[in-house]
């Protein structure tokens, strides 16, 4: 197995890093204190091809492997892990999931802007009592004669507020449960459809979070997406490939956690010498090293096995869990080696640390990861 990378996705790399490094590091620090969604770096973003990594060309895509995928979004965590967050739920839930499963017409309408950057989109699962049982959602989709009446709540939502459009899942047969939902392309501005509180968060505060209302909300038959009731059966693959950019998301976040410790290391001073002289701290720094590595691996794999076709439930579930879990140590370990440098804002390390703990709890639990893991290893 050769695990080296080729040329041309070093040059990804270093086209991605060069990018964050310029336009985005300068921003990090305002962007996470206003809260601000930085949409004015959207078009720049989309010109870069990160607005449709992995969708075919003719869709206004990138055309890029999902391994690759991996290392953009590695690379923009890195530098910014509340921008990354966004780029991969842009990609990775809603325009994901129109690509996947969404007729040739509603590919034209609706995956071409967002693939290009035109467009932001928006996810809608989660509800306020049904996040990890995302099959006890209460929202309601009725059908009309032109279409449906979406009727509900959704909360959590990136790009709930600044998204031009959304993939909702809805209930549309209450007595089949799991199959019994569906789900709806829904354009942000749409009678009946309108943003609800915008969460004041712990981290990754430049991206948008809220909820989003439908109160009466019509939309025409033509913006079912996929077939009626195969709604959550179609969110669970959505979601298997999803996972995959939250760990690189995750990886990408320890790096930069871990590089910011290196170089506090090498340059504080204590008795004398550089803290990076003293056996406690180069642990530390060796353990997250090797970690970082583990993970990275584990995700290219889930990565690899994508691109192959195959099945990936399993990898993308302990890719997800360990790469979310070690990042929190790393940065845990950041502010630790920063020591009370690293509790103030004037070093990155505290915002690694408030930014990383959505990694275990976004698109799945690192509890609903280790379901999902002891599932697959029950049922081979």
């Not at 075919?56 to 509340?82: H, K, N, T």
């Not at 669970?236 to 995959?244: F, P, Y």
């Not at 990076?276 to 584990?298: C, G, H, M, V």
Request: with cysteine; net charge negative.
């Amino acid at each position: 197995m050769d695990f080296r990378l080729t040329e041309e996705q070093l040059m990804l790399r270093r086209t991605v890093r060069e990018f964050a490094e310029t336009e985005i590091r300068p921003h990090v620090r305002e962007w996470d204190e206003a809260q601000h969604f930085p949409s004015e770096v959207i078009p720049a973003l989309g010109a870069l091809g990160l607005m449709g990594i992995q969708f075919p060309e003719q869709y206004g895509g990138a055309g890029m492997s999902a391994l690759e995928y991996c290392i953009c979004i590695e690379e923009l965590a890195r530098v910014d892990p509340a921008l990354a967050l966004s780029v991969a739920a842009h990609n990775g839930l809603c325009a994901a999931h129109i690509f996947m499963f969404g007729t040739e017409a509603q590919k034209q309408r609706w995956l071409l802007p967002l693939a290009q950057g035109q467009m932001v989109g928006a996810w809608g699962l989660t509800e306020s009592t049904s996040g990890s049982d995302a099959a006890g959602m209460r929202t309601s989709a009725q059908r009309t004669a032109t279409g449906w009446v979406l009727n509900g709540s959704k909360t959590f939502i990136t790009h709930g507020r600044v998204g031009h459009v959304m993939v909702v899942m809805a209930v549309t047969d209450k007595a089949a449960g799991p199959k019994g939902i569906s789900a709806f392309i829904v354009e942000h501005g749409t009678a009946g459809m309108r943003p609800g509180r915008k969460e004041d968060k712990l981290g990754m505060r430049a991206s948008d979070t809220s909820e989003v209302l439908f109160e009466g909300c019509e939309v025409p038959a033509d913006q079912l997406l996929g077939d009626e009731g195969q709604g959550f059966v179609n969110t669970m693959q959505v979601l298997d490939a999803g996972r995959i950019g939250i760990a690189a998301l995750s990886v990408g976040l320890a790096q930069g956690a871990y590089e910011a410790a290196l170089r506090y290391a090498q340059e504080r001073k204590a008795f004398g010498k550089t803290i990076s002289a003293f056996q406690a701290i180069q642990w530390k720094l060796a353990d997250n090293a090797t970690r970082i590595e583990a993970a990275r691996l584990l995700t290219y794999r889930a990565a690899s096995l994508k691109d192959s076709g195959a099945r990936t439930t399993l990898e993308s579930a302990m890719a997800k869990l360990y790469a979310s879990e070690i990042a929190v140590k790393a940065a845990d370990d950041c502010v630790q080696i920063h020591g009370g440098y690293g509790f103030v804002k004037d070093y990155p390390a505290e915002k690694y640390f408030r930014d990383v703990k959505l990694t275990t709890i976004g698109e799945g639990t690192s509890e609903i990861q280790r379901l999902v893991i002891a599932r697959q290893l029950f049922a081979r």
